[in-house]
């Protein structure tokens, strides 16, 4: 096989070893169930509580206010549709923005069409709420709002901690969907005044299919699974230990690594974004320039067809994505791009490149070097280009 380039980190990032070396012995050796009270389900039920605890040291909460699920999507699900039944009495009003992840955005149709009154925030230019925004929507029956830390195409980073202050000010939950934001800013869940976050072990180098919901103490939520008396009778189900304990060493080493992590791939970032501008025309940055992912890049490229670039990369061994890796495979544009006030043909042109911690400077120049020819190839074939340009190629 050929070179290959991974630039996708924001759909999933590879299993750091040591991350798996702490699982191995959770799928062998140390098999007991968490539940049971003999010498086997102690062992186990000690490496379950170690994970808590790591995952709790690493956002600034208790242990007991940590919960494991089966994914991000799950906690998105349960943080929203959990508060909403559970709190129905005070109202059935909850607040979000019109660029959330489709576990959030689907789970709030959901609710809507359950008689739930859900307001989709409009965002920016950049994909930002204002906090003065979400100030205004709140009324006697808001019970909620979910506004994600930071969005997984465009990489903008909300103003979490002001939200955080207007919610705790009107006495309305607060949960961010946090699933890109874990490893690569700090979050400290009381300085932000978070009442609910959800994270997912895959986004930063643990293994996928295991997340975690932040419940802060006090917070009236209804359980998501319902059978066995799993996670002190809030998430049913016999734990998934061997990629519990992967998540706790993952996030334990994401926030021991956070600044040197950052602060390299942020680098990738600019040089990339940088060199995409410098050699490219009618090229557009989608997201905020400095509110942003260290390791997201995201760029619409007029006259082109994101589908064609992605294939075209691909055949260069370069992996990247057209709006989220959930949206690729449906013809639809991205509703984040088109929220950002994109034309559907922008929408369409877009790339989103994502950089993780095993990616270097010279990978970077080989997609600098292979992304302007791969473009004006795509151009030279679009009617529309050659129209613009005068019957013009591009050179
Ligand atoms: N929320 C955001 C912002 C995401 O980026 C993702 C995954 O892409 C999810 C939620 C879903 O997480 P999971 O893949 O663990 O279900």
Redesign the pocket.
């Known amino acids: 096989m050929g070179r290959r380039v991974y630039l996708d980190n924001?759909?999933?990032t590879f299993t750091r070893k040591e991350v798996v070396d702490e699982m191995l012995p959770y799928f062998t050796d140390i098999y007991g169930n968490p539940s049971s009270v003999h010498s086997f389900g102690r062992e186990a039920k000690k490496a379950l509580e170690t994970a808590r605890e790591r995952v709790a040291k690493a956002l600034n909460a208790q242990s007991s206010e940590i919960f494991f699920t089966?994914?991000?999507?799950?906690?998105?699900n349960w943080a929203i549709k959990g508060v909403a039944l559970a709190n129905q009495k005070k109202g059935n009003h909850i607040i979000t923005t019109s660029i959330?992840?489709?576990?959030?955005l689907h789970t709030c149709q959901y609710l809507e069409k359950q008689g739930f009154d859900i307001t989709y925030l409009p965002v920016d230019q950049y994909g930002l709420v204002t906090p003065e925004q979400v100030k205004e929507a709140i009324t006697d029956k808001t019970v909620l709002i979910s506004i994600?830390?930071?969005?997984?195409e465009i990489g903008t980073i909300m103003p979490i901690k002001e939200i955080g202050a207007i919610a705790k000010e009107r006495g309305v939950y607060f949960h961010t969907?946090?699933?890109?934001a874990v490893g690569n800013i700090p979050i400290d869940v009381n300085e932000l005044n978070v009442d609910l976050l959800?994270l997912?072990?895959?986004?930063f180098y643990g293994p996928?299919?295991?997340?975690a919901l932040f419940v802060r103490r006090g917070v009236k939520i209804h359980p998501f699974m319902h059978g066995g008396a799993q996670e002190r009778n809030r998430r049913a189900g016999t734990e998934n230990l061997p990629a519990i304990v992967g998540l706790g060493k993952a996030i334990e080493i994401a926030v021991e690594k956070l600044p040197e992590h950052a602060k390299q791939v942020s680098k990738l970032r600019d040089k990339l974004i940088k060199g995409i501008m410098e050699k490219i025309d009618y090229v557009h940055l989608n997201g905020h320039p400095e509110k942003r992912l260290p390791g997201n890049v995201n760029f619409s490229f007029e006259f082109i067809e994101g589908e064609s670039l992605l294939l075209s990369l691909d055949l260069k061994g370069i992996a990247g994505s057209s709006g989220?890796?959930?949206t690729s495979g449906s013809l639809d544009p991205s509703h984040v791009l088109l929220a950002i006030g994109l034309s559907h043909e922008l929408a369409h042109g877009s790339l989103r490149l994502t950089i993780g911690e095993q990616n270097t400077e010279e990978e970077i120049d080989y997609v600098l070097e292979v992304l302007p020819d791969i473009v004006q190839r795509l151009r030279e074939m679009s009617p529309l280009f050659n129209q613009k340009k005068g019957g013009q190629l591009y050179v």
């Open positions: 924001a759909a999933t089966s994914s991000g999507t799950e906690a998105d959330e992840h489709h576990a959030v994600m830390f930071a969005n997984n969907d946090a699933v890109q959800s997912s072990g895959h986004k996928k299919g295991v997340g989220s890796a959930c």
